[in-house]
């Protein structure tokens, strides 16, 4: 039997607190609001109670984000795509950011299991002076439970239309990509971190995030795997290879914290559920 859930989460602003409302359908649903910020800043974690997705299922988020409002999303653990018996697994997310919204998009890390079909599609849509820090990291197999991804297929897709459009198939078979230099080099794990805005960032403010997340880099244990770049005046990326998870989690949330500070002049508060 196959799943298809649906959550629309919106965010709004009410005096100077940010509120979040939503509507699910199926499994998948947001927890409790929390506040650790003070009442500007509302963190959620979206959970499905299932913990993966098999063929055939499909996971459809919405998110909108009303102007002055901040929301930060986080999951408590992996996204799962199982074994496949011939139909796709689907996890589909909008986020639409209103004038003057911000919004973290920090999930767990999806699995891509031995046999999987997935697609992971990420769709943004960011009026002027809306902006947004987001990550996308995908782990191939399980390499520490000696459980490697040799059969299958994952499609992943990341879009801001008209300014920015990454879209790549990962097939196990493909060893080429996989092990070749000029692939994966045999990594099992590959990060983006990306800060996105509505409105052409100025240059000084474009390459000042550009030498900051070059600073992380260059003190990480991947700074040979990794590297931050800007293909358009609306996009800073950091990307990474890594052989496990872990360390590309450690980058990521390191850039994220010094993003943070310079973007937004915020200190990097951690959701709580990443202490778990």
Same mark, same amino acid.
């Given at each position: 039997?196959?799943w298809h859930a649906q959550l629309d989460l919106?965010?709004?602003?009410?005096?100077?607190?940010?509120?979040?409302?939503?509507?699910?359908?199926?499994? &998948?649903?947001?927890?409790?609001?929390?506040?650790?910020?003070? *009442? /500007?800043?509302?963190?959620?974690? #979206?959970?499905? =109670?299932? %913990?993966?997705?098999?063929?055939?299922?499909?996971?459809?988020?919405?998110?909108?984000?009303?102007?002055?409002?901040?929301?930060?999303?986080?999951?408590?653990?992996?996204?799962?795509?199982?074994?496949?018996?011939?139909?796709?697994?689907?996890?589909?997310?909008?986020?639409?950011?209103?004038?003057?919204?911000?919004?973290?998009?920090?999930?767990?890390?999806?699995?891509?299991?031995?046999?999987?079909?997935?697609?992971?599609?990420?769709?943004?849509?960011?009026?002027?002076?809306?902006?947004?820090i987001g990550w996308d990291v995908t782990a191939?197999?399980?390499?520490?439970?000696?459980?490697?991804?040799?059969?299958?297929?994952?499609?992943?897709?990341?879009? &801001?239309?008209?300014?920015?459009?990454?879209?790549?198939?990962? *097939? /196990?078979?493909?060893?080429?990509? #996989?092990?070749? =230099?000029? %692939?994966?080099?045999?990594?099992?794990?590959?990060?983006?971190?990306?800060?996105?805005?509505?409105?052409?960032?100025?240059?000084?403010?474009?390459?000042?995030?550009?030498?900051?997340?070059?600073?992380?880099?260059?003190?990480?244990?991947?700074?040979?795997?990794?590297?931050?770049?800007?293909?358009?005046?609306?996009?800073?990326?950091?990307?990474?290879?890594?052989?496990?998870?872990?360390?590309?989690?450690?980058?990521?949330?390191?850039?994220?914290?010094?993003?943070?500070?310079?973007?937004?002049?915020?200190?990097?508060?951690?959701?709580?559920?990443?202490?778990?």
């Amino acid at each position: 039997m196959s799943w298809h859930a649906q959550l629309d989460l919106h965010y709004q602003k009410e005096a100077a607190r940010s509120i979040a409302r939503h509507l699910h359908k199926g499994p &998948l649903r947001i927890l409790q609001s929390l506040y650790p910020e003070g *009442d /500007a800043i509302c963190h959620n974690v #979206l959970v499905h =109670p299932p %913990g993966g997705l098999v063929g055939g299922d499909t996971l459809d988020i919405t998110v909108r984000v009303d102007s002055g409002a901040h929301g930060l999303i986080t999951t408590p653990g992996a996204t799962r795509f199982y074994r496949s018996a011939g139909e796709a697994a689907l996890q589909n997310t909008q986020i639409t950011l209103a004038p003057g919204a911000r919004m973290e998009w920090l999930p767990s890390e999806a699995i891509c299991y031995n046999q999987c079909l997935a697609e992971n599609r990420l769709r943004f849509q960011l009026e002027p002076g809306a902006e947004l820090i987001g990550w996308d990291v995908t782990a191939f197999g399980l390499p520490q439970a000696q459980q490697p991804f040799v059969q299958g297929r994952f499609c992943q897709h990341l879009e &801001l239309p008209g300014v920015w459009l990454e879209r790549g198939t990962i *097939d /196990a078979s493909d060893t080429r990509l #996989l092990d070749s =230099p000029l %692939g994966l080099a045999g990594n099992k794990c590959m990060a983006s971190l990306f800060f996105l805005a509505g409105t052409r960032l100025d240059n000084a403010r474009r390459a000042a995030a550009l030498d900051v997340a070059r600073q992380v880099i260059d003190s990480h244990p991947l700074r040979d795997k990794a590297g931050a770049t800007s293909p358009d005046g609306q996009v800073v990326i950091v990307r990474c290879l890594a052989p496990l998870v872990e360390p590309a989690m450690d980058l990521m949330k390191q850039v994220w914290a010094a993003w943070r500070a310079h973007f937004w002049q915020l200190p990097a508060t951690k959701p709580r559920i990443w202490a778990m």
